[in-house]
């Protein structure tokens, strides 16, 4: 028990709770200081629905209370080290996290949609052979506020922002990291949070079986993409280490097991997975799990020793795929001019970064 009135207080980072807990906590709080009621919404709002930078901003609340807030709740923020905007609309940001970490996130305007895709660690740990995050390997979780984070941030720049599809196909493994990914995707649908409704937020996963089974426990509608890129064991294991681990056998009895509809995202690389034979091992799985197949063009920038398939070639793929009656979707490569694919920018930045430590290093010796 605290007895002591002079102590310091604690602060709580409100933004790495759910909202149902951040309502609670604040609940709490308000009660204490023998504030009314009306204050726990108002001081909500301002968490996600209609975020404030630090707590001076919420001109709503008296300014006494606004310092208050900012001593037990401060605000944790992200900061943009990098904006990138691509010919094509699409655009990247790069944030700097509070331990020099970077990750990165990537709008994808489309029509009336506005796809958001989120890192949900930085790094990865998986070292799939044609990823740029992948060659940077693991360096940590993010935290839930972290993953939210990314949102928050581009609505504090500007409301119109507000993504509505949240995909994570940023850096990391989601399901490596299930308690924030857990947390993060509340924040993400809850109605107090950013009100995304779930059948427009995808978790991406090699298929880490542990993690899928916690997920597919969620009775939201939250939609599953599983990272196959290979039709056979040995095919997977030459791209993707995990196979070792976690087999395509079992991968496909966990999405078959799945009770929504799962979607397959399939990269093409030239000579290693795109042949006709590819293919028609790719419909049969698909048909066995009633998956759709998500065909991503390679993104050079990951995967330097690696040939994209042609353009024609992946076209015929696709075709022989929706001939034996699977729905496949060839995704069109965005931001190419931006390093707009997993990793690429802070790959890049640390480059640069690095050149010009050498640079400095020269000039001064
Ligand atoms: N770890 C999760 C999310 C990561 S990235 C997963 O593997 O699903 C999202 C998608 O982008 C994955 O399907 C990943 O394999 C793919 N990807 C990674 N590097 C790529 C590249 N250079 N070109 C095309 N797709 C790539």
Known sequence: MNTSTSSPVLAVNLLDRTPADARQAVADWTRQRGLPAY?????????????????????????????????????????????????????????????????????IPSGSRRTLCISSQAGCALRCAFCATGRMGFRRNLSAFEIAGQVRELVLRNPDDLPTNIVFMGMGEPLLN???????????????????????????????????????????????????????????????????????????????AFRRRVTFEYVMIAGQNDRDADADRLAKLARRVGALVNILPLHPGGAPDLAPTSGERIRAFAARLRNQGIEATVRRSRGLDIDAACGQLRTRTEKAERAERMERGRRSS
């Open 39 to 107: 204050r726990v919404n108002q001081i909500v709002r301002r968490l996600w629905r209609a975020p404030v930078a630090s707590w001076s901003d919420a001109t709503e609340l008296p300014l006494a209370l606004r310092a208050e807030l900012e001593a037990a709740f401060p605000i944790p923020r992200l900061a943009v080290e990098v904006e990138q905007r691509s010919a094509d609309g699409t655009r990247k940001y790069l944030w700097r996290l509070a331990d020099a970490e970077a990750v990165e996130s990537v709008l």
């Open 178 to 256: 299930w308690p924030a990914v857990d947390a993060a995707l509340t924040v993400l649908n809850a109605e107090d949070g950013f009100g995304i409704g779930a059948r427009h937020i995808t978790v991406s996963t090699v298929g880490i079986l542990p993690g899928l089974a916690a997920f597919a426990r969620r009775p939201e509608q939250f939609r599953l993409a599983i990272s196959l890129h290979a039709t056979t064991p040995e095919q997977r294991l030459a791209l993707m280490p995990i196979e070792k681990k976690y087999d395509l056998e079992a991968v496909l009895a966990a999405a078959a």
